[in-house]
């Protein structure tokens, strides 16, 4: 038996041992959407002997073990940094906290290794079986698992070993001496679930942003409702030889490879590589991104650095938006004060586009939205009080909806109004003209 062999064998306890090391007062970072099934329920279990075991998790796991019942709040203090439909069962009864951040940023305090105050206790995350060589790959999801390691942002990490986990090219893997226990994965993993819809909407918004990519282009497709059927409705198929460089591949983009639509080959960096963070689990993707070097996963800290993205040129970054004032601020992470989503991305490629040789920055909205019952429109005034703010007015670019598209950038603040207002809803034209000339005009 070689060395790491009987390291690793060494090192796996059960499931109940693992969770039983948590005390009282740790803090534990459950790692983000691909989480360790048994690990948590085993650690949610011990909800009747434990206290102020501090939970920071993404928001979007994969299963609920119990961290979003509110009733927690003492026993497991949650803080998230994604706003997703669980999370927000807690966020909305303050009951929660949330950290807003960049992913490229995220290990910068733990830059000066002095800085132990936001240290973790312990990092729960998933692995495959280590191959010939001891290393174990980090799955479809890499995030920013390596810039943790390496920044020191926890002090023991436990890894369940899940043999369904798929393995990359790129920086995708650990090695069995880096990791302190492995636990065996006992409980299956749900299968993910997926609300794809195809509207006319979509439809309608990827004929514009069709426009508005040209063949070599190297794209990035943020997560949302708009953004998610772009690839899957048609947006680029009439493309040639486009690249891949994004967080997290969304609907479609795998089929775009295999269709040759995308090949990488104008790629500046990477070229004829799809680069990613995280491969998204939709049906038959992953068996075609497994052991494909085609395919690279790299950490966040990379893959988002504005410098990384930059360095593409003809890089189009095409993200969506809750709602987007006459100046051309974009709100993604919250309706007023409510938090629904996180920064993500967004900020890092807008910039990264924008500072692209030949580079483009869209953002797809549908004009309206129903709140309360209500329709409203998405294109506004003024953000409402409370609003985060996600991308500055001078970031902003093309804007999308599916009555056209709005270029902003270098425009005035009455040219900008006056192009928002044209792609709005007309059911809202006239009273937002009416708006725009109290706000801009004598």
Same mark, same amino acid.
């Given at each position: 038996?070689?060395?790491?062999?009987?390291?690793?064998?060494?090192?796996?306890?059960?499931?109940?041992?693992?969770?039983?090391?948590?005390?009282?007062?740790?803090?534990?970072?459950?790692?983000?959407?691909?989480?360790?099934?048994?690990?948590?329920?085993?650690?949610?279990?011990?909800?009747?002997?434990?206290?102020?075991? !501090?939970?920071?998790?993404?928001?979007?796991?994969?299963?609920?073990?119990?961290?979003?019942?509110?009733?927690?709040?003492?026993?497991?203090? @949650?803080?998230?940094?994604?706003?997703?439909?669980?999370?927000?069962?807690?966020?909305?009864?303050?009951?929660?906290?949330?950290?807003?951040?960049?992913?490229?940023?995220?290990?910068?305090?733990?830059?000066?290794?002095?800085?132990?105050?936001?240290?973790?206790?312990?990092?729960?995350?998933?692995?495959?079986?280590?191959?010939?060589?001891?290393?174990?790959?980090?799955?479809?999801?890499?995030?920013?698992?390596?810039?943790?390691?390496?920044?020191?942002?926890?002090?023991?990490?436990?890894?369940?070993?899940?043999?369904?986990?798929?393995?990359?090219?790129?920086?995708?893997?650990?090695?069995?001496?880096?990791?302190?226990?492995?636990?065996?994965?006992?409980?299956?993993?749900?299968?993910?679930?997926?609300?794809?819809?195809?509207?006319?909407?979509?439809?309608?918004?990827?004929?514009?942003?069709?426009?508005?990519?040209?063949?070599?282009?190297?794209?990035?497709?943020?997560?949302?409702?708009?953004?998610?059927?772009?690839?899957?409705?048609?947006?680029?198929?009439?493309?040639?030889?486009?690249?891949?460089?994004? !967080?997290?591949?969304?609907?479609?983009?795998?089929?775009?490879?295999?269709?040759?639509?995308?090949?990488?080959?104008?790629?500046?960096?990477?070229?004829?590589?799809?680069?990613?963070?995280?491969?998204?689990?939709?049906?038959?993707?992953?068996?075609?991104?497994?052991?494909?070097?085609?395919?690279? @996963?790299?950490?966040?800290?990379?893959?988002?650095?504005?410098?990384?993205?930059?360095?593409?040129?003809?890089?189009?970054?095409?993200?969506?938006?809750?709602?987007?004032?006459?100046?051309?601020?974009?709100?993604?992470?919250?309706?007023?004060?409510?938090?629904?989503?996180?920064?993500?991305?967004?900020?890092?490629?807008? @910039?990264?586009?924008?500072?692209?040789?030949?580079?483009?920055?869209?953002?797809?909205?549908?004009?309206?939205?129903?709140?309360?019952?209500?329709?409203?429109?998405?294109?506004?005034?003024?953000?409402?009080?409370?609003?985060?703010?996600?991308?500055?007015?001078?970031?902003?670019?093309?804007?999308?909806?599916?009555?056209?598209?709005?270029?902003?950038?270098?425009?005035?603040?009455?040219?900008?109004?006056? !192009?928002?207002?044209?792609?709005?809803?007309?059911?809202?034209?006239?009273?937002?003209?009416?708006?725009?000339?109290?706000?801009?005009?004598?």
């Amino acid at each position: 038996m070689s060395d790491w062999q009987e390291e690793y064998k060494n090192k796996f306890v059960s499931v109940k041992e693992a969770a039983g090391m948590v005390k009282s007062g740790d803090r534990v970072f459950i790692s983000p959407v691909n989480d360790p099934p048994a690990l948590s329920a085993a650690l949610a279990a011990r909800k009747n002997e434990l206290k102020n075991v !501090e939970i920071t998790l993404s928001g979007v796991p994969a299963s609920d073990a119990g961290w979003y019942d509110p009733s927690l709040e003492d026993v497991f203090p @949650l803080t998230v940094f994604f706003a997703g439909s669980l999370a927000r069962r807690r966020l909305d009864v303050r009951a929660a906290d949330f950290t807003p951040f960049i992913f490229s940023l995220y290990s910068k305090p733990w830059e000066d290794k002095r800085e132990t105050a936001g240290q973790w206790d312990w990092f729960f995350q998933v692995v495959s079986p280590p191959d010939k060589y001891g290393y174990c790959s980090y799955g479809n999801m890499i995030w920013h698992k390596k810039s943790m390691r390496v920044g020191g942002s926890y002090k023991k990490t436990i890894a369940e070993v899940d043999a369904n986990q798929i393995r990359t090219f790129g920086d995708n893997s650990i090695h069995v001496s880096e990791i302190d226990y492995f636990v065996e994965n006992t409980k299956p993993r749900p299968a993910p679930v997926f609300t794809l819809e195809i509207t006319d909407l979509s439809r309608t918004i990827a004929g514009y942003v069709s426009s508005l990519v040209r063949d070599g282009d190297t794209i990035q497709l943020g997560t949302g409702t708009v953004t998610d059927a772009l690839a899957v409705v048609g947006a680029f198929d009439d493309k040639h030889d486009l690249g891949i460089h994004t !967080e997290m591949t969304s609907h479609g983009m795998v089929d775009l490879v295999k269709r040759g639509v995308v090949t990488g080959k104008h790629k500046t960096i990477h070229p004829g590589k799809v680069v990613a963070s995280c491969f998204w689990p939709e049906p038959g993707a992953l068996d075609y991104v497994d052991m494909n070097p085609v395919f690279e @996963l790299y950490d966040v800290d990379y893959v988002n650095d504005v410098r990384t993205i930059s360095s593409h040129d003809n890089m189009v970054a095409i993200n969506t938006a809750i709602g987007i004032d006459f100046t051309g601020q974009i709100a993604v992470e919250s309706i007023g004060p409510r938090l629904w989503s996180a920064p993500g991305g967004q900020m890092e490629f807008a @910039l990264g586009a924008l500072y692209s040789k030949g580079g483009r920055y869209i953002v797809c909205l549908a004009s309206t939205a129903t709140v309360k019952g209500k329709t409203v429109s998405r294109i506004m005034p003024q953000l409402e009080a409370g609003t985060m703010l996600t991308i500055p007015r001078s970031l902003t670019d093309y804007v999308v909806t599916e009555y056209g598209i709005a270029r902003l950038l270098g425009k005035s603040q009455r040219q900008r109004a006056n !192009e928002l207002i044209s792609i709005a809803h007309p059911d809202f034209r006239a009273d937002l003209k009416k708006a725009a000339q109290k706000l801009f005009y004598q």
